[in-house]
């Protein structure tokens, strides 16, 4: 197994991604028979319990072996990921229940870019995706990653009018869907489909439900063939926001 240098965008089959572990039997065991680890995250206790288990509120991963995590996220979380061969570095700000106190490391990092309400990144994570040369794209949207779906370094998913507009000034190629319900993050009305999703393959995106309830399955569908990318539902129920299938290592 060998990390994966960019983050979410492997190149070849993935091996090892975070996941919460509230996700479905049916989603675990559909991405075991893929032969991939499954990192199953535990709550972080600062947070409220609908996004408390997300990995993309306590986790960013830098590059290659390197991730970054949030104050107070549980050790043996921690240690498992260091058995994992990953320099583990605590982030600078805390999390806690009150928006915009649970955005720090929500950030989408789409190859070069990251997307992200740049008033409240960390400090940490902001200091180290610069030095490696990545662009800082503010936008209004505290939630990026869980907005936005990745599909590879130059393209996106998102239903934010602002991600969508910033991404199309940067030249990235991005498709703009609606807000839609069959996506679940119970108590509320709906999720995101970045949640609701993840790359475990260079060419295979992974949906954690069936894609076809949501009413912009057409033009999702168009948009990954343009891209070469093959759908893989991991569960025939409806989609559930589990704050990003972060891919970690690949084969």
Same mark, same amino acid.
């Given at each position: 197994m060998k990390p994966i240098e960019i983050p979410n965008l492997p190149t070849n089959d993935v091996s090892v991604v975070i996941?919460?572990?509230?996700?479905?039997?049916?989603?675990?065991?559909?991405?075991?028979?893929?032969?991939? !680890?499954?990192?199953?995250? !535990?709550?972080?206790?600062?947070?409220?319990?609908?996004?408390?288990?997300h990995p993309d509120i306590m986790f960013h991963h830098i590059y290659s072996n390197m991730i970054v995590y949030a104050p107070n996220t549980p050790q043996q979380l921690i240690d498992e990921l260091t058995a994992l061969g990953f320099d583990m570095l605590e982030g600078q700000a805390s999390l806690n229940n009150r928006y915009p106190h649970t955005i720090a490391y929500n950030i989408a990092r789409v190859g070069k870019y990251a997307f992200h309400n740049t008033k409240y990144t960390d400090p940490l994570v902001k200091k180290l995706l610069i030095e490696r040369g990545i662009k800082f794209i503010h936008v209004n949207q505290g939630y990026s990653k869980c907005l936005t779906c990745i599909i590879d370094e130059n393209s996106i998913i998102t239903s934010d009018k602002d991600i969508y507009k910033k991404a199309k000034a940067a030249k990235l190629d991005a498709l703009l869907i609606e807000p839609d319900k069959s996506i679940q993050l119970e108590p509320y009305d709906m999720g995101f489909l970045g949640g609701a999703t993840g790359l475990i393959g260079r060419n295979k995106l992974a949906f954690t439900g069936n894609i076809k309830l949501h009413k912009n399955y057409n033009e999702i569908l168009n948009f990954?063939?343009?891209?070469?990318?093959?759908?893989?539902?991991?569960?025939?129920?409806? !989609?559930?926001?589990?704050?990003?299938?972060?891919?970690?290592?690949?084969?």
């Open positions: 996941i919460d572990k509230r996700a479905s039997n049916r989603i675990k065991e559909t991405l075991k028979q893929q032969n991939i !680890l499954l990192v199953e995250t !535990l709550p972080h206790p600062d947070i409220y319990p609908a996004v408390a288990y990954l063939s343009l891209k070469n990318v093959d759908m893989v539902m991991l569960n025939d129920d409806r !989609l559930m926001d589990l704050g990003t299938i972060i891919p970690i290592r690949q084969k």
